[in-house]
């Protein structure tokens, strides 16, 4: 989920200097290979930049959390690193956002049409369909029916489809309205800046249908859907390095926000004061964007707590940042979420762990910590700067939880850790574990990332457990076969079935080259789909486990909008199912190499 987090970016590229001459190698020897050389933890070697597009290099180094490293470089010292790095100037992998307009304007969104809205797909994130429009049996038939090539050079965030729109976003800010049966564009939104998990549709009033979502500035947006003009735009957490990952959630005329930081790559630079972020769920007015309460993970509010290494005053408690969609228990007028990794080593409960809140009023109701003592941030070696003398394990809940009613009719709220390990809690008896099973061998890096959906019987989970292919210190990595998808009982965390990862292979050869099941899962009747780091979709039977379907989508496709749709790793996006249509982001770029297309699906006839 945070792997490449030192690349991550903040704000929309501008036009950014050719590269100069070649000094870019002396750069990097300058400011960035004391840690690309020697990587630790989530740090990407040198080999893995070179994965990267210009636009996200040019991102990190100039708004993102690289912008320390590279302060007092000149535009033509950034683009000779940038070139030396990605062997691109910036802007070389963009597309043209007005190409391939739709010959006539769209009739009116069919919000009651079986579709994928939103992360989950429904209130309670099982990311199954169950009105997909093809059957198991259809799914060996499945072929390419379109590409679209995003602008800039990742594909993130993951398709959502209402009615006949499919609305996708870029990672330049860029938000489109496709035809979701052809892929022309209806229109484009531009963000601030990334918007990296899903949008979700509804009305506001009765005549308006609006487009949520929210961008990595920590604003979020509401746009007519129809024409993707602004109706308003809010700044919830008011924390300079807030940041909106995770899908907000439309209920009752609410939208719910998580909100999480990237604050632990900020705390890199020994002279910030880390850290005093706190994780939040916000519930805005959709009509408005007003904020009507915002609950914090972390109920204490940071205080001093000493110096640093460096001698900067530090704080805390902090961190407990919410990755995920939020899950919406409608029977009890609560709200759950799971959260992430401490910044501070000042102790609290509600870090890796899942919490529950008032619907109406935010008010926190319990936590369910899973992992104490998990104290995180971006550094090299422990016990200088920020960096604790004691570096935590990184194991958040990074991935959404999920509510299911089991077949006895008690409910179960089900979430998956990046330490290797699912859990049933009770939702009656204030999140109790009901049952855990460790289903991967868990790490930095997965783990379960995103990896979940619910159908039925069966709770299917996916497994990163990604081992770089690079140098790390023992003490860091265990080998292992990474990979793999699992079935397990809702009600009592039993083992269904196992299908181990086959052995990857990859279009793009050796390197970064994996097996990792990273991404976040969907299932239809009969039909569970997993994506991997090898660059494959494949199409499960949710019996039995056998693969029904598989496609390398790690190559490049001819785009609807021209030029090439580049496909790359599959990692944190899923599949959104509806319409007897299957669409994929291939290229997430999170752990392997990044691509930029967005591939259509259909039944052969």
Request: proline share 8%; with cysteine; aromatic share 8%.
């Amino acid at each position: 989920m945070k792997f490449l987090a030192a690349l991550l970016f903040c704000l929309a590229i501008p036009a950014a200097a050719a590269p100069s001459a070649d000094n870019g190698a002396a750069l990097f020897t300058d400011h960035c290979a004391s840690c690309h050389d020697h990587p630790t933890g989530r740090i990407p070697p040198h080999y893995a930049l070179s994965h990267l597009g210009p636009d996200q290099v040019y991102r990190a180094l100039k708004t993102g959390p690289m912008r320390p490293q590279a302060a007092g470089l000149s535009e033509a010292d950034l683009g000779a690193l940038v070139f030396f790095l990605t062997h691109q100037a910036v802007g070389a992998a963009g597309s043209d956002p007005a190409a391939n307009l739709c010959a006539k304007p769209g009739g009116p969104i069919d919000l009651d049409a079986p579709g994928w809205n939103g992360w989950g797909r429904d209130l309670e994130n099982t990311r199954y369909q169950p009105d997909p429009g093809l059957a198991a049996a259809d799914v060996p038939k499945l072929k390419l029916k379109w590409a679209f090539a995003y602008p800039g050079s990742q594909a993130i965030g993951l398709p959502v489809a209402v009615g006949d729109r499919l609305f996708v976003s870029a990672v330049d800010g860029h938000v489109f309205a496709l035809d979701a049966k052809t892929g022309c564009t209806y229109w484009t939104f531009q963000a601030a800046s990334a918007v990296k998990g899903a949008t979700t549709v509804g009305k506001i009033g009765a005549n308006t249908t609006a487009l949520f979502f929210g961008d990595m500035t920590g604003s979020v947006y509401a746009v007519d859907a129809m024409t993707g003009k602004p109706i308003w735009t809010a700044k919830p957490e008011p924390h300079p390095l807030a940041q909106i990952r995770g899908t907000p959630k439309l209920f009752e005329g609410r939208l719910y926000v998580p909100v999480s930081s990237d604050e632990e790559n900020a705390s890199a630079d020994p002279a910030y004061p880390c850290c005093n972020f706190r994780g939040s769920v916000n519930a805005l007015d959709a009509a408005t964007g007003k904020v009507i309460w915002r609950g914090f993970t972390i109920a204490e509010t940071p205080r001093p707590a000493g110096k640093n290494a460096a001698g900067t005053p530090i704080q805390g408690p902090a961190g407990a940042s919410v990755w995920s969609s939020p899950t919406i228990d409608v029977k009890r007028r609560r709200i759950y979420v799971g959260s992430g990794n401490s910044y501070s080593v000042v102790e609290n409960e509600a870090t890796d762990a899942v919490i529950a809140f008032d619907l109406d009023t935010g008010k926190r109701l319990w936590v369910t910590q899973a992992t104490p003592h998990d104290t995180w941030v971006m550094c090299v070696k422990p016990g200088t700067g920020n960096c604790p003398v004691k570096i935590g394990p990184d194991f958040d809940f990074g991935s959404s939880t999920i509510l299911r009613t089991l077949s006895d009719g008690r409910q179960m709220i089900m979430a998956g850790q990046k330490a290797g390990i699912v859990y049933g809690f009770d939702p009656d008896h204030d999140g109790k574990i009901v049952w855990q099973d460790k289903v991967g061998l868990g790490g930095a890096f997965g783990g379960i990332e995103h990896g979940m959906a619910a159908e039925g019987d069966r709770l299917f989970v996916a497994v990163s457990d990604f081992t770089p292919t690079i140098a790390v210190p023992a003490d860091q990595l265990v080998p292992h076969k990474a990979g793999g998808i699992i079935a397990l009982d809702p009600a009592t965390g039993k083992s269904l079935w196992h299908t181990p990862a086959p052995d990857p292979v990859c279009s793009w050869g050796a390197d970064s080259c994996s097996a990792a099941q990273a991404a976040s899962i969907s299932v239809i009747p009969g039909v569970v789909f997993s994506g991997s780091l090898d660059g494959h979709l494949r199409a499960y039977d949710t019996g039995t486990g056998a693969v029904v379907w598989d496609f390398d989508a790690g190559h490049s496709f001819p785009a609807v909008n021209g030029g090439k749709a580049n496909g790359g790793a599959i990692s944190g996006y899923g599949q959104t199912i509806a319409g007897g249509m299957v669409y994929l982001n291939s290229g997430g770029g999170y752990f392997g190499p990044p691509g930029n297309a967005l591939l259509a699906f259909a039944v052969e006839k």
